[in-house]
């Protein structure tokens, strides 16, 4: 039996049905695009796909898609029975458009998992029915190629279905291998996209043996791997190897898992290693613009494969590593010589870009597989020693225009993930990168800001990771990081200064919680500098985006007063009142000289 409240929720649902409707008639008519990706030109001059993360159109397809779930479960039927109307629409050719069957598979897209499952497994399948026998009736490559893009792009969208059904999505993987080989225009593209996706969503079931199989579906992929990407892109290549990276991972049996990785990386490695076998045979080789090109693009295959298998990427760097750290120097020598001979010129043509990038990527694969390591004393023992050797005195010796900023971003992958293991060797870390970055970036604003941003990021690393290896540091130096802080809430890029901020109120805290005599030595050194400094930026017009996190150090730093952990004379030892009184009156003499206009 109904409640009341039951009834009369379902009379009013009643009341607003065909307005209800309506709103879902414009929303699948008027779905936005779900993602953009744009095709930009990188600082090596090659032409990169990058996905756009926060556009008005990608928040607004969030927006539709949230609005037009809801209106689903309000009415699964009516919401099934538009969509099928305008498919049908669009088979007919009464409605038929690119930009109406877009807007349309976006729609059909956004509601994934919204209906119930048998539901959606029966809607799923009349779509792609439909789709495909569109796409058998349009005529035109240009259709036929919107129209896969369109089934590509549902099929991805639906993993529960996908996940229950194998042979379905054995089928739409196989389909997906055959769009690689299409070279018109987005399908590659689209087909990788998709994927990926699947490969993220659906891992376990391609490295588990499913019914009426034999072996597991990876087997078959790497059996096939080079013919399923000989006609992919660079690029495309690349985001192939990440979504098989997912896959393995999902392996349980850690001898197949290493077996997996083996394979997956066997034509890379074999490219690898006849290019290296080149450039110890004949140096000069280094020199060939096509060599380096072969490099990165290893080198980026193997990147995403790390990204994407985590920890046990490491059977893989394994093999690479001395090899990379060997090349890293070679291409430091050679990159530092021509930077004498040509100067700032040399450093931006494309031979010393192409080395340049060549050095970045090896920088990222270390970053990658250290952030994900699950074995800190294997990197403490086995890849530090060897890596800072090749990277940290190449980094402080170069010409500050051949300093790679992905250095720094490496070093806080390090701090990061040894926490307290790598205290001894932060003085080693900050003779490395410290002062030479600082002298690079505090003559003003502007130049070098990926250095800018990834040193202040490394500063808060340490500052919360082994805020004791900085107490380690001589006391000249320390006031250098004192510096650096105040430089960095100063400055004009938001993002520098609120990092600046949160370094500063992470270091009060750390400092409370150290013994009374390094509190109070620090206290007594900073305490009133800090304060002049944050009081002359918090009053500042410019910066007051920051002023909620202005408040709450300078309440944190009151507070210190107030309950007396400041026990140290701020005054000296030659004035007599304590600290609370003394601040009361350095806060108005200061403010009185900054704005001669306030009375007392």
Known sequence: MKTPFESQSQTRRKFYDATLSTVRTIMIERMAKPEEVLVVENDQGEVVREFMKDTDSINMYKLMRETLVYLTHLDTVDTERIMTDKLHRQVDGSEWSWKNLNTLCWAIGSISGAMHEEDEMRFLVTVIKELLG????????????????????????????????????????????????????????????????????????????????????????????????????????????????????????????????????????QIWDETIQMIKANPEALKDVECLKQFANVLRANQRACISLGNVYVHQLKKIFYDSLQLYKLLSNSISAAVVVGGDLANKGPFIRNM??????????????????????????????????????????????????????????????????????????????????????NKNFEEYPEHRTNFFLLLQAVNQKCFAGLLTIPGPQFKLIIDSIVWAFKHHMRNVAEIGLQILYQMFKNIAAQPADVAQSFYKAYYLVLLEHLFSVASDPTHSGNLNLFSTILAYMFTLIDDKKVVVALGGVNDPSDNMTFLQSYIQQMLKSAFPHLTE
């Open 356 to 441: 340049k990038t060549v050095k970045k990527e090896i920088l990222k694969i270390l970053s990658s597989w250290i952030s994900k390591a699950t074995n800190p004393q294997l990197v403490y023992e086995y890849f530090l020693p060897p890596m800072f050797e090749a990277i940290l005195l190449d980094y402080k010796t170069n010409a500050p225009d051949a300093r790679e900023p992905e250095v720094l971003t490496l070093m806080r992958s390090v701090v990061e993930r040894l926490e307290g293991s790598i205290t001894p060797r932060i003085p080693e870390i900050f003779d490395g990168v410290f002062q030479c970055t600082l002298e690079m970036i």
């Open 134 to 269: 569109l796409c058998e009736q349009k005529r035109g490559k240009d259709n036929k190629a919107i129209i896969a893009s369109n089934i590509m792009y549902i099929v991805g969208q639906y993993p529960r279905f996908l996940r229950a059904h194998w042979k379905f999505l054995k089928t739409v993987v196989n389909k997906l291998f055959e769009f690689m080989h299409e070279t018109h225009d987005g399908v590659q593209d689209m087909a990788c996209d998709t994927f990926i996706k699947i490969a993220q969503k659906c891992r376990r079931h391609f490295v588990t043996i499913q019914v009426s199989e034999s072996y597991p579906f990876i087997d078959e992929i790497l059996l096939n791997l080079r013919s399923i990407i000989c006609d992919l892109g660079q690029q495309q290549v690349q985001t192939f190897y990440e979504a098989i990276g997912y896959m393995i991972a999902s392996e349980a049996d850690d001898g197949t898992q290493a077996s997996l990785i083996e394979r997956l990386m066997a034509l890379p490695n």
